[in-house]
Nanobody, 122 residues
Protein backbone atom coordinates (compact mmCIF):
# COMPACT_ATOMS: atom_id res chain seq x y z
CA UNK A 1 0.00 0.00 0.00
CA UNK A 2 1.08 3.52 -0.80
CA UNK A 3 -0.33 6.63 0.76
CA UNK A 4 -0.02 10.03 -0.89
CA UNK A 5 -0.45 13.33 0.90
CA UNK A 6 -0.53 16.54 -1.09
CA UNK A 7 0.06 20.14 -0.15
CA UNK A 8 0.70 23.47 -1.78
CA UNK A 9 -2.54 24.30 -3.52
CA UNK A 10 -4.18 27.65 -3.20
CA UNK A 11 -5.35 30.80 -4.88
CA UNK A 12 -3.00 32.75 -7.09
CA UNK A 13 -3.31 35.48 -9.68
CA UNK A 14 -2.60 34.82 -13.33
CA UNK A 15 1.12 34.86 -13.95
CA UNK A 16 1.90 33.71 -10.46
CA UNK A 17 3.47 30.53 -9.20
CA UNK A 18 2.69 27.64 -6.90
CA UNK A 19 4.58 24.54 -5.90
CA UNK A 20 2.69 21.38 -5.14
CA UNK A 21 4.20 18.67 -2.99
CA UNK A 22 3.23 15.04 -2.67
CA UNK A 23 4.72 12.88 0.05
CA UNK A 24 4.51 9.13 -0.38
CA UNK A 25 4.55 6.65 2.46
CA UNK A 26 4.01 2.95 2.92
CA UNK A 27 5.48 0.62 0.32
CA UNK A 28 7.40 3.38 -1.38
CA UNK A 29 10.07 0.96 -2.56
CA UNK A 30 7.56 -0.39 -5.06
CA UNK A 31 6.89 2.95 -6.79
CA UNK A 32 8.05 3.13 -10.38
CA UNK A 33 6.69 6.53 -11.33
CA UNK A 34 4.82 9.45 -9.88
CA UNK A 35 2.87 12.19 -11.52
CA UNK A 36 0.26 14.86 -11.32
CA UNK A 37 -3.19 14.87 -12.84
CA UNK A 38 -5.81 17.57 -12.75
CA UNK A 39 -9.52 17.76 -13.14
CA UNK A 40 -11.41 20.94 -13.86
CA UNK A 41 -15.17 21.25 -13.43
CA UNK A 42 -17.08 19.39 -16.13
CA UNK A 43 -13.85 18.01 -17.57
CA UNK A 44 -12.12 14.66 -17.42
CA UNK A 45 -9.05 14.10 -15.33
CA UNK A 46 -5.95 14.65 -17.42
CA UNK A 47 -2.26 13.97 -17.05
CA UNK A 48 -0.24 17.07 -16.26
CA UNK A 49 3.22 15.65 -15.70
CA UNK A 50 4.91 12.39 -14.83
CA UNK A 51 8.38 11.39 -13.71
CA UNK A 52 9.89 7.92 -13.56
CA UNK A 53 12.37 6.59 -11.05
CA UNK A 54 15.03 7.10 -13.70
CA UNK A 55 14.17 10.75 -14.03
CA UNK A 56 12.38 10.71 -17.37
CA UNK A 57 9.59 13.26 -17.54
CA UNK A 58 6.49 13.80 -19.59
CA UNK A 59 4.32 16.89 -19.71
CA UNK A 60 1.00 17.82 -21.15
CA UNK A 61 1.43 20.15 -24.10
CA UNK A 62 -0.56 22.81 -22.31
CA UNK A 63 1.97 23.09 -19.47
CA UNK A 64 5.28 22.57 -21.25
CA UNK A 65 7.67 25.37 -20.48
CA UNK A 66 5.65 26.47 -17.47
CA UNK A 67 5.49 23.47 -15.15
CA UNK A 68 8.36 21.36 -13.85
CA UNK A 69 8.03 18.03 -12.11
CA UNK A 70 10.78 16.75 -9.86
CA UNK A 71 11.24 13.96 -7.37
CA UNK A 72 13.24 13.59 -4.21
CA UNK A 73 13.66 9.85 -3.93
CA UNK A 74 15.30 10.07 -0.53
CA UNK A 75 12.26 11.85 0.86
CA UNK A 76 9.75 9.97 -1.31
CA UNK A 77 8.32 13.27 -2.41
CA UNK A 78 7.36 14.60 -5.82
CA UNK A 79 6.95 18.26 -6.62
CA UNK A 80 5.19 20.23 -9.29
CA UNK A 81 6.52 23.73 -9.77
CA UNK A 82 3.90 25.73 -11.60
CA UNK A 83 4.93 29.05 -13.09
CA UNK A 84 3.14 31.53 -15.32
CA UNK A 85 -0.18 30.18 -14.16
CA UNK A 86 -3.23 30.78 -16.28
CA UNK A 87 -6.91 30.74 -15.36
CA UNK A 88 -7.29 27.58 -17.42
CA UNK A 89 -4.93 25.86 -14.99
CA UNK A 90 -7.66 26.07 -12.37
CA UNK A 91 -8.48 22.54 -11.28
CA UNK A 92 -8.15 20.01 -8.54
CA UNK A 93 -4.68 18.53 -8.80
CA UNK A 94 -4.12 14.92 -7.83
CA UNK A 95 -0.87 13.20 -7.08
CA UNK A 96 -0.50 9.76 -8.62
CA UNK A 97 1.90 6.91 -8.00
CA UNK A 98 2.34 3.78 -10.06
CA UNK A 99 3.62 0.94 -7.94
CA UNK A 100 4.39 -2.72 -8.34
CA UNK A 101 1.61 -4.96 -7.11
CA UNK A 102 3.22 -6.57 -4.10
CA UNK A 103 0.71 -9.41 -3.78
CA UNK A 104 1.33 -10.76 -7.27
CA UNK A 105 4.55 -9.11 -8.47
CA UNK A 106 3.08 -9.13 -11.97
CA UNK A 107 1.22 -5.87 -12.28
CA UNK A 108 1.07 -2.23 -11.36
CA UNK A 109 -1.28 -0.41 -9.03
CA UNK A 110 -2.36 3.21 -9.17
CA UNK A 111 -2.54 5.27 -6.01
CA UNK A 112 -4.02 8.72 -5.67
CA UNK A 113 -3.72 11.62 -3.32
CA UNK A 114 -6.71 13.41 -1.93
CA UNK A 115 -6.45 16.29 -4.38
CA UNK A 116 -5.56 19.91 -3.81
CA UNK A 117 -7.39 22.86 -5.28
CA UNK A 118 -5.50 25.28 -7.49
CA UNK A 119 -7.39 28.40 -8.45
CA UNK A 120 -5.91 30.98 -10.79
CA UNK A 121 -7.71 34.29 -10.96
CA UNK A 122 -7.60 36.64 -13.91
Amino acid sequence: QVQLVESGGGLVQAGGSLRLSCAASGSTFSINAMGWYRQAPQKQRELVARITNGGSTKYADSVKGRFTISRDNAENTVYLQMNSLKPEDTAVYYCNAVALTIATLDGMDDYWGQGTQVTVSS
